[in-house]
C-alpha cells in the first residue's frame, strides 16, 4: 500500500524528470541551424467575382411603381359600392359568395352557390376578389380570377360577356323557392323575402330568367354589340372617384345635379345630348310601368307598400308577376341595360294579370 510519503517521492521524480526533458528539447532547438528560406510558393487562382443578387424590390416595382395608377385604382374602389356598402358583414355560407371576398373566391373553384362554413373575419369585394394578387409577382397579378363563360343559376342558360362574366356570378338572380312556371299551378310564399335577391343584372342584359309569360321577347342592341358587357360602361374612363374605373358607378355629381357618365357610350353614340334625350325618355317610360304594375299587384294583394311579397298562396302569375316587378326594379339601369326585354316583360305582366 502506497503510503503518502511514497507518493510524494514519485511526483517529485516525475516532475523533475518533465522539467529535464524540457530542457534537453530547448537545448537541441537552440543548437540547430536554420536554413535558407524556400523560394515563394505559387499564388492562388484569384476567386469568381460574386454574382450580383436580384434586387429585393424587382417583383414589387412591377406593379408598385411610380406612375400612382395603382393609388388611383384603389381610390376609386375605396368609394365603391363594393367597398362601402357591400353587407360583408353577411358571412353566413348562403350570403357569403357574394357578400365577402373569401367566400367569392371559394365558390369560383367549388362551383357552387354556398360557402362549406360561414366566413371567419370576411372581406368585401376587393383587388383579391378580382385578381390573382400576388401569386406570382409580376404583371400577370392583375389577371382576373375568373373571365370564362358559366350558366345561370336560374335556368342554366350560358351567359358569356368575356370581362364581364366575372361580374355576373353575383350580379345575377337567385333561385326562389318556390318557383312559379308559366302555366303551373300555385305557389305557396312564405316569407316576405321571397323573390330574386337584388342582383339581376346579368339576366337583364342578355334576357332571359323573367317570368315570361306571353309573347314578343327580344333583346336591345347592347345585349349583343356590347362585348364585354359591364365593363364597357361601368369600368370606363374614371370621373374622378364617383363614375368609371374602379368606382363601378355610372352617376356623378356636376354642379349640382346628377349626370350620366357617357365614357363608354361614346364609341357607339355620337350626340351627347341626344344619347341623354334617349336615357331620360327610356328611364320614364321603364318607370310609368313599373308603377302601373305596382299598382295591379297591391291591389291584388300580392304586393306590399315596401316592395315585398305577401305570404300566401298564389296562382303562378300572380307570384311571377312580383318577381318580374322586382326584376326590372332591381336592376337599376332605367332600362338602359336591355329595355327592349324589360318592356314586354312588363306589359306582358301587366297583361296577364288584368285580362
Not at 524556400?38 to 429585393?56: Q, S
Not at 342592341?221 to 370606363?236: K, R
Amino acid at each position: 500500500m502506497l503510503t503518502k510519503k511514497t507518493i510524494k517521492k514519485k511526483f517529485t521524480f516525475l516532475s523533475l524528470f518533465t522539467l529535464l526533458i524540457a530542457s534537453a528539447i530547448l537545448v537541441i532547438s537552440g543548437c540547430t541551424k536554420e536554413g535558407e528560406q524556400g523560394p515563394a510558393g505559387t499564388p492562388g487562382a484569384n476567386g469568381e467575382n460574386g454574382i450580383n443578387g436580384t434586387n429585393g424590390t424587382a417583383g414589387c416595382i412591377q406593379c408598385h411603381d411610380d406612375t400612382q395608377v395603382m393609388f388611383a385604382k384603389i381610390n376609386q374602389w375605396e368609394h365603391s359600392t363594393h367597398a362601402t356598402g357591400g353587407n360583408f358583414e353577411r358571412n353566413s355560407t348562403d350570403c357569403a359568395p357574394c357578400h365577402t371576398s373569401q367566400g367569392f373566391r371559394e365558390v369560383l373553384v367549388s362551383g357552387s352557390q354556398v360557402t362549406t362554413e360561414a366566413i371567419d373575419n370576411p372581406n368585401p369585394i376587393n383587388c383579391y376578389s378580382c385578381h390573382k394578387v400576388h401569386e406570382t409577382y409580376t404583371p400577370a397579378d392583375w389577371d382576373l380570377t375568373t373571365s370564362e363563360p358559366f350558366a345561370l343559376w336560374i335556368n342554366g342558360e350560358i351567359y358569356d360577356k368575356g370581362t364581364s362574366n366575372m361580374c355576373a356570378h353575383c350580379h345575377q338572380p337567385r333561385i326562389p323557392d318556390p318557383l312559379p312556371v308559366v302555366g303551373g299551378g300555385d305557389v305557396t310564399v312564405t316569407s316576405p323575402y321571397w323573390g330574386l335577391h337584388h342582383g339581376p343584372q346579368a339576366n337583364m342584359f342578355i334576357g332571359t330568367g323573367g317570368y315570361e309569360v306571353g309573347t314578343g321577347y327580344t333583346n336591345s342592341a347592347h345585349t349583343n354589340s356590347v362585348t364585354n358587357g359591364c365593363v364597357e360602361c361601368h369600368m370606363a374612363t374614371a370621373y374622378g372617384v364617383q363614375a368609371g374605373g374602379h368606382t363601378f358607378g355610372m352617376t356623378y355629381e356636376y354642379h349640382g345635379s346628377d349626370a350620366v357618365s357617357q365614357a363608354g357610350c361614346v364609341s357607339c353614340h355620337d350626340d351627347p345630348a341626344e344619347l341623354k334625350t334617349k336615357i331620360e325618355n327610356t328611364k320614364a317610360e321603364i318607370d310609368e310601368l313599373l308603377t302601373d304594375l305596382k299598382v295591379v299587384l297591391l291591389d291584388i294583394g300580392v304586393l306590399d307598400e315596401g316592395d315585398h311579397v305577401v305570404p300566401g298562396p298564389w296562382t303562378a302569375n300572380q307570384a311571377g308577376g312580383v318577381l318580374n316587378y322586382n326584376m326590372v326594379r332591381e336592376d337599376r339601369s332605367g332600362g338602359s341595360h336591355n329595355a327592349a326585354y324589360a318592356i314586354i316583360l312588363l306589359e306582358n305582366t301587366i297583361a296577364a294579370l288584368t285580362n
